[in-house]
């Protein structure tokens, strides 16, 4: 088995990857973008692409979103859940006062900075394509003095070269980014009760209560959602995509019901995934939305018919 993971190595990613049973003794190549990462396994350079989709704080990962929505088909078909905390990182001889400008990737900053400006209010931020990137980049020549990184602990342990400044930066205590486990379509998990669907969904034509339509698909099964985001198709101003997030399986009932509905609103609409939640949280299904009453409501259309 060969993973790919948005890396470089030391990334919250691929602490997550490290989450899946055999993969810390697989094979794995470090991505140094999404896209990118992607990209490797829909050519089959990868058999699956461990990327992160959504943060407690920050929200979608927006370059996630997209990637997975357009392009060859790909799969989710695992996620997982990584606390979040971060360290700030320079070169040795280094002191807090000294900072001038901290690297880091977006999401990284975005959970930081209320601790920057309170502590070192003077330095600039400089996006980094990772957190793992902004630190490593302090090993390098060209590397100015007063530069800092916010990072993983993870790096801090394994690269010992770099001196600590800060820990526990993190604005908001119990931070968490999920992360997806993506490879090319194939036989989809199996369900375990406590699962998750994934879709996208084009508006098709925007007119009132189009997105009703899409909730309604939903709410009339019973089938909760539990993320829901627009992003830009990228045609023109005003034309978006729905991703969605649905708690329960393809193999319910009234999961598979729902995206029947979706698919006759909005043909295009794509399947991304159905995979075990990784809190284990299992969904509230009242007695009329069970596979059993599916099948009943079926049966009484079928034994009107003769």
């Not at 920050?58 to 088909?73: F, K, N, Q, R």
Request: net charge negative; aromatic share 6%; with cysteine.
């Amino acid at each position: 088995m060969i993973y790919t993971f948005l890396g470089p190595a030391g990334t919250f990613t691929e602490a997550a990857l490290f989450k899946v049973p055999g993969a810390r003794d697989a094979t794995r190549i470090p991505s140094a973008s999404v896209n990118e990462a992607l990209e490797l396994v829909r050519s089959g350079g990868a058999d699956a692409a461990m990327v992160p989709i959504e943060n407690s704080v920050e929200g979608g990962v927006t370059a996630t979103l997209d990637a997975i929505s357009t392009g060859p088909e790909l799969r989710i078909v695992r996620e997982e859940l990584v606390p979040i905390t971060f360290v700030l990182v320079a070169r040795p001889g280094t002191r807090l006062g000294d900072v001038r400008r901290i690297l880091t990737h977006g999401h990284a900053w975005a959970q930081c900075r209320g601790w920057v400006t309170a502590h070192i209010p003077s330095a600039e931020y400089e996006p980094a394509s990772s957190t793992a990137a902004g630190a490593f980049s302090l090993l390098e020549p060209t590397a100015r003095p007063g530069d800092a990184a916010i990072c993983s602990p993870i790096v801090a342990e394994e690269h010992p070269e770099l001196d600590v400044l800060a820990a526990d930066l993190g604005d908001t205590p119990g931070a968490v980014t999920r992360f997806i486990l993506v490879t090319r379509p194939g036989t989809l998990p199996e369900p375990t009760g406590a699962d998750k669907t994934t879709v996208a969904v084009p508006l098709p034509e925007d007119h009132p209560g189009a997105l009703m339509e899409i909730l309604w698909q939903f709410a009339s099964r019973g089938v909760n959602l539990s993320r829901i985001e627009s992003r830009p198709t990228g045609e023109y101003l005003g034309h978006y995509f729905f991703s969605i997030d649905a708690e329960g399986h393809l193999r319910d009932a009234r999961v598979a019901d729902a995206l029947g509905g979706l698919y006759r609103l909005s043909p295009e609409t794509r399947f991304l995934g159905s995979y075990p939640r990784a809190d284990a949280v299992q969904p509230t299904v009242l007695p009329h939305n069970a596979d059993g009453a599916f099948e009943a409501s079926q049966a009484w259309v079928r034994s009107i018919l003769g």
